[in-house]
């Protein structure tokens, strides 16, 4: 029986594949590595679930530690938007996966860098893509190198519909008291096709269990040393995504809420915008999202997430005004 590990087994999308993960395998096979394995839930202790210490700021060797003995590994970004820190974090892990005997590795990348056909690309002007991009190059560089031992998958994980406040400069439908949103976009064109995070981590543990079952054709499918896109099933312009989030606010129609286009200067200045990047720096790095949004990065449907949940996704404005009203 294969083993896998989840890295890190925590936040949101790790919390959610993990929690689907042991109604498809046996618990005893998986090993949760985290910073803190103590706030493991017990129920999954007591099921047989194994826990291991670790986090990304350690050292090549203590990671190595931590993946041993590990089949497939699916291992979770390290949560910066910054390329050049995400880059310099991620890409020791993975090459602590392959020394470590890990043979598959799945890898939580992001959608952007997608066509607007949905044919995933390898460019991107996001500055939150790039450190993904980084990444899949390296795993496909170690497969390439090491074609007998070891193969990987990449996973482009939609933008969560959960996830709205950085795109919508943290508006937030419950206490914001603005009607307007000012972000470097006009709100029409190219959009997102927003997806519900614990879909996509009910997604992402079937591809782990169909990988270590070698079940309806993994490989044929084209993931072994390849790549999944995980979207939703329709795109929503921003100016549509704002008029969602105006309702849940009960602030819709005429004088609702509504999208004022800004310069990035000024974008960068908003107090909540600095107060979650803390400089303006690194919020100009993220306002890049904002053109990438523009090319038709984030906006393909394709069917692979139907297809894997065997049920149409949740449209985004179900998912939005269950999430907000439920908090």
Known sequence: MKTIGIFPASGGLGESTYTHLLRLVRADTVI?????????????IQAGVQTRQADYTQSPAELEAAFTGIDVLFLISYPS??????????????????????????????????????????????????????SEA????????????????????????????????????????????????????????????????????RII???????????????VN???????????????????LGEVAGRSGEGGVRIREVGADEYVRQPQVLGVFGREELARTWAT???????????????DLEEILGRRPEEFDVTVKGYWGGM
């Not at 993975?94 to 460019?123: C, E, K, M, Q, W």
């Not at 390849?226 to 969602?244: A, D, F, H, Y």
């Open 32 to 44: 949760l590595i985290s910073r803190h394995p103590d706030k493991t839930p017990h129920e999954h």
């Open 81 to 134: 938007h910054q390329h050049e820190l995400r880059t310099k974090l991620q890409l020791p892990a993975i090459d602590a996966a392959h020394r470590a005997g890990v043979s598959h590795l799945i890898y939580s990348s992001l959608a952007f860098a997608n066509s607007p056909d949905g044919h995933p690309s390898n460019t991107s002007v996001a500055e939150v893509m790039g450190a993904h991009l980084d």
């Open 138 to 205: 390296h795993l496909a560089s170690l497969a390439t190198s090491s074609p007998s031992t070891f193969t990987y998958t990449v996973i482009r994980e939609g933008l969560y519909s959960e996830s709205t406040p950085i795109y919508t400069a943290f508006f937030n439908p419950r206490t914001s008291k603005d009607n307007e949103i000012l972000i470097p976009h006009d709100g029409g064109g190219r959009g997102v096709s927003w997806v519900k995070r614990d879909e996509l981590g009910e997604a992402t543990a």
């Open 209 to 223: 269990a169909r990988c270590v079952n070698n079940s309806e054709g993994f490989a044929a499918r084209g993931w």
């Open 226 to 244: 390849g790549r999944v896109v995980l979207m939703g099933p329709r795109e929503w312009s921003l100016g549509e995504t704002v008029k969602v």
């Open 289 to 303: 999202a904002f053109e990438a949004v523009k090319r038709g990065e984030t906006g393909a449907v394709t069917r």
